[in-house]
């Protein structure tokens, strides 16, 4: 059966970007996997964007039996996958102001107000700083190398 639109100015055909609330909901009620793969794929693409804001709300219209557990599960995998690849690009962040600051780990922790040990919890993604302690941490990192600038 082929997913069809009623009173929409927008096809199934067009990218789901472009689908308004309604069309979502008529995807999870009348599509089919195909429909329902198309919009996994841009919610895991973009888990807080406009396509999964247009599925909470389809879904907080309607339950379709089936699709809404699946696409649930879509939507929190796809923002837990996400929130990982966002730590460890903060941990990435601090391990570089780390690097360029060329202090040890405590004489840095010390530089940025906090203890080793939660330092360490930075480095490897466990925990997030604050975006405060991020920006001073890359006032530090800057600090210590406009103090120690390599030779050329």
Known sequence: MTL???HLDVGPDAPVEAWPTEGVLAA???GGLS???RLAMAVRADPWGPVARRLEDALAASRPYGAAPLMERV???ARLDAEAAERA???RRVRAHLDASGLGRAAFAEAIGTSA???STYLNGRVAPS???LVRM???ARRAADAHPTAS
């Open 28 to 30: 999870l009620e009348r």
């Open 35 to 37: 429909d329902w793969r």
């Open 75 to 77: 939507l929190a995998h």
């Open 117 to 119: 040990s939660r330092l």
């Open 138 to 140: 890359e006032r530090v």
């Open 4 to 6: 069809r639109f009623r």
């Open 89 to 91: 690009e903060v941990a």
């Open 131 to 133: 975006s405060t302690l």
